[in-house]
Structure formats: structure tokens, C-alpha cells
């Protein structure tokens, strides 16, 4: 498991955009609003992809060693 902070997510409606963008990516995920964090269940190519979706929606994703 890997956790992608998400500073700049601030509300339902950035969760609900997130979820549908990572769904469609066919990714093992969960999404916390009040951590403001996305943790991924999978590869290092899951991370990449989770990350590049996450910035192609405007946010700034910031992987957690």
C-alpha cells in the first residue's frame, strides 16, 4: 500500500472526481478526505498511473515514502 497526499483536495465533489478517475483506470484504491490522501493498493506502476490521473485532474499529489 502506498499513500498519495492530496493536499489541495477540499471537498466531496474532489473525492468524487478522484474515485471516477481512478476507477477508470482500473485501480485498488481508497480515498480520505480527512486525511486528504488516496492510498493505492498495487504496483509501483499503480502509483505512477494514480499520480498522473491525480495531476491530469489539477491536484497536486505528493507520494509518502
Not at 483506470?25 to 486525511?35: G, K
Not at 506502476?45 to 489539477?58: P, Q, R, Y
Amino acid at each position: 500500500m502506498t499513500t498519495i497526499k492530496v493536499p489541495d483536495m477540499m471537498c466531496a465533489h474532489c473525492v468524487e472526481r478522484i474515485t471516477n478517475a481512478l476507477k477508470a483506470a482500473d485501480l485498488a484504491f481508497t480515498v480520505s478526505l480527512e486525511e486528504k490522501a488516496v492510498t493505492i493498493d498495487g504496483c509501483q506502476n499503480c502509483v505512477k498511473t494514480a499520480v498522473s490521473e491525480l495531476e491530469d485532474l489539477g491536484f497536486s499529489p505528493e507520494v509518502q515514502a
